[in-house]
């Protein structure tokens, strides 16, 4: 059927019938491979030639400094300009920088290329010194507001080549993130919004993208390639900032959040985080130890060798050879993931073992023997990649490599997190972290409006002790280490939904038992199962869920017939208005922040944000400058019914910061976003 469509779109006018179903269905790759006219050879490819351009734009290539002046002039002019600066790879710490796309209006665009193979005959590119010694004033200029498609790439990667991007005032991405679009990338967004096809970067590229770089296309191939780039997020922004400002909080979050963020974050990545590769290499060798040592613990509970990463030998061992209960069907036999393991942990204790196993096995790929590939030859510095745009709730995300996820509660987790240091900011460098406490059960005191808990977090007392008290119906200094574990489990399992059948499992009760400590909790705190009932039903209405701010989650799983999935949808329903809220306000403190050091003119540096937790690098002599605006500005970023805690830690490496004594901090009547904190 599909041939057939191709076949049948040789003919102009089938065309674009066709290509509108493609746009219905998403097919966006298909789109690409329609022919243009009558005469293509059905199905064939249909790559533009190198200077064609789409139906009524004007793109051009720059190769000399007087007619960069002129375009440098007319924008300033104009005091607007979208750009799109064209690197080897996606990531701007990594990437070599091959040109600037810039556009003036939608429908025109000029690239100004710098670094591509020279093709025989063809203009001489000027060099990247010249060009951008060109364009600096103008890129740094407050006063020409700036459109980008991730801008923070764009920041990165002119920073990495001495060029400091100001007056970023729109992300398309980060406004299509916001309005909950499927798809963020650049020529998705443009098909799906402006029905504009753009050429993919494997057309561009070849299939073999990862061997074939920009830099080694000449300019008349990639011409109109780097141009749509520019071109297209300056029409992307006329479509997404009308329907942002038709939504009040959300325009609103996009400017005083999400905007002010994008740099924040750029300056974040930039300065990285100084690591101690000696410690990592003596990790290496004794994670290596371990893990022989594990598996020798293995073998001689088995009573033979086997291949420990096998799911399917590894099945075999758990359940025909030991005869432990089995779980779900899969292709390598019974299976064998972390939940059914912990499931059987009691049950023989090679389980744990094997647990244990792959934690250690985990750890030493992903962190130990990893971290020293990305240390920059510049700097000795790791600079890992902050995602604004994934999380659904809003929460930022970290890659390349994910520093949110090393664990926390374990000894191995801690002997990473010491090779994290402080070292290059100032003299006696020391890390400061501070970090949000329990913010999430006092956001959602704050929206039930439930008054035992409210009352709970003012009076500054110990909120698990408080609700074991409350639901097993004993005095405060009855409340025992098992009763307040117990509470503490159902506290935060309120935020996701616990129910029932997942208490008693998690807790290894009975389901009559876990049944009666739900119906007790809600007694206690009657107001949040009010909230629970009630979020769920706002979102089944609406179709969304949304913070105090007005962020949105949209949760169409919310009416499926599938009872499992609809459950999956209640339960984000709920959780999301907390989460999202959190992130918010950490998003918040990290803005006010920045400005504040910047301000100051402080040595010291932000470089991580481990999602309730800022963690920053200074000089001996600032860190009562930076502990004073974490405890200044953190409990202030956005106005709750409840108090809230900042705590702060300190320490020569991540592993070691040790918690200070902190006083709880109340403020009444704290403004959104923009507002100065002081």
């Not at 930076?626 to 991540?654: H, Y």
Request: glycine fraction near 6%; charged fraction near 25%; aromatic fraction near 6%.
């Amino acid at each position: 059927a599909m041939a057939l469509l191709l076949r049948q779109a040789s003919h102009a006018a089938e065309r674009e019938r066709v290509l509108e179903l493609f746009r219905e269905l998403e097919f966006r790759s298909l789109a690409a491979r329609l022919p243009e006219s009558i005469g293509t050879e059905a199905g064939a490819k249909a790559t533009p030639s190198p200077t064609a351009v789409p139906a009524g734009a004007a793109y051009a290539a720059i190769y000399d400094e007087a007619a960069l002046r002129a375009f440098v002039e007319d924008a300033r002019r104009r005091g607007a300009l979208t750009i799109a600066c064209q690197g080897t790879n996606d990531n701007p710490h990594r990437a070599r920088l091959c040109g600037v796309a810039m556009s003036l209006e939608p429908g025109t665009a000029v690239y100004v290329p710098f670094a591509h193979q020279q093709s025989l005959g063809g203009p001489q590119q000027l060099s990247l010194k010249a060009a951008l010694g060109v364009l600096k004033p103008l890129l740094e200029g407050e006063g020409v507001a700036k459109t980008a498609h991730n801008g923070k790439y764009d920041q990165i990667i002119l920073a990495r080549n001495g060029v400091e991007l100001r007056g970023l005032a729109f992300d398309t991405m980060v406004a299509a993130y916001l309005l909950g679009e499927g798809s963020l990338n650049l020529p998705g967004l443009a098909f799906d919004r402006l029905k504009m096809e753009m050429t993919a970067t494997q057309d561009l590229l070849g299939r073999a993208s990862k061997a074939v770089t920009l830099d080694m296309v000449p300019v008349e191939r990639c011409l109109q390639y780097c141009c749509e780039r520019a071109d297209g997020a300056a029409r992307l922004r006329e479509a997404l900032e009308s329907e942002l400002r038709q939504h009040r909080n959300l325009w609103r979050l996009f400017t005083e959040v999400e905007m002010p963020l994008v740099g924040v974050l750029a300056r974040m990545e930039l300065v990285g985080v100084a690591v101690d590769e000696a410690a990592l290499s003596e990790m290496a060798v004794a994670l290596s130890r371990e893990a022989r040592e594990i598996e020798r613990r293995i073998y001689d509970e088995v009573g033979h060798e086997f291949n420990i990463g096998s799911p399917q030998q590894l099945s075999n061992v758990l359940y025909e050879e030991l005869r432990l209960p089995k779980g779900r069907r899969t292709k390598y036999g019974f299976t064998t993931d972390a939940a059914t393991l912990e499931s059987l942990r009691a049950l023989h204790p090679v389980v744990g073992l094997i647990l244990e196993h792959r934690q250690v096995s985990k750890l030493k790929s992903t962190y130990v023997d990893a971290l020293p590939l990305l240390v920059d030859p510049k700097d000795r510095r790791i600079h890992t990649t902050f995602a604004q745009t994934v999380a659904a709730t809003g929460r930022l995300s970290s890659t390349d490599p994910n520093l949110q996820n090393i664990p926390v509660r374990t000894d191995m987790g801690n002997r990473i997190r010491m090779a994290f240091i402080a070292r290059d900011y100032g003299p006696e460098p020391r890390l400061l972290a501070a970090d949000y406490s329990q913010i999430e059960l006092r956001i959602m005191a704050h929206l039930s409006g439930d008054e035992s808990l409210i009352d709970a977090f003012r009076r500054d007392e110990d909120i698990h002790a408080v609700t074991a008290s409350q639901v097993f119906g004993v005095s405060l200094d009855q409340v025992t280490a098992e009763m307040r574990r117990r509470a503490k489990v159902f506290n935060f399992g309120v935020l996701y939904g616990l129910s029932e059948f997942g208490l008693s499992q998690r807790e290894g009760i009975s389901r009559d038992e876990a049944a009666d400590f739900i119906s007790r909790y809600f007694e206690k705190y009657p107001k949040v199962k009010s909230w629970r009932e009630e979020a769920v039903a706002a979102c089944r209405k609406r179709g969304y869920a949304e913070t105090i701010l007005g962020r949105r989650r949209y949760i169409p799983e919310i009416k499926s017939p599938n009872a499992q999935v609809r459950g999956a949808g209640e339960r984000m329903a709920i959780n999301m208005p907390v989460q999202g809220t959190q992130a918010d306000i950490i998003k918040i403190a990290m803005n006010r922040i920045d400005e504040r050091m910047r301000r100051e003119s402080l040595r010291s540096r932000m470089i991580l944000q481990v999602h309730d937790e800022l963690i920053f690098e200074c000089p001996a002599g600032e860190m009562d400058a930076v502990r004073g605006l974490a405890l200044e500005i953190m409990p202030r970023s956005i106005e709750l019914a409840v108090p809230v805690r900042v705590d702060i830690k300190v320490g020569q490496n991540w592993g070691e910061l040790e918690a200070e004594e902190t006083p709880l901090a109340i403020f009444e009547n704290a403004e959104f976003a923009g507002a100065e904190a002081g």
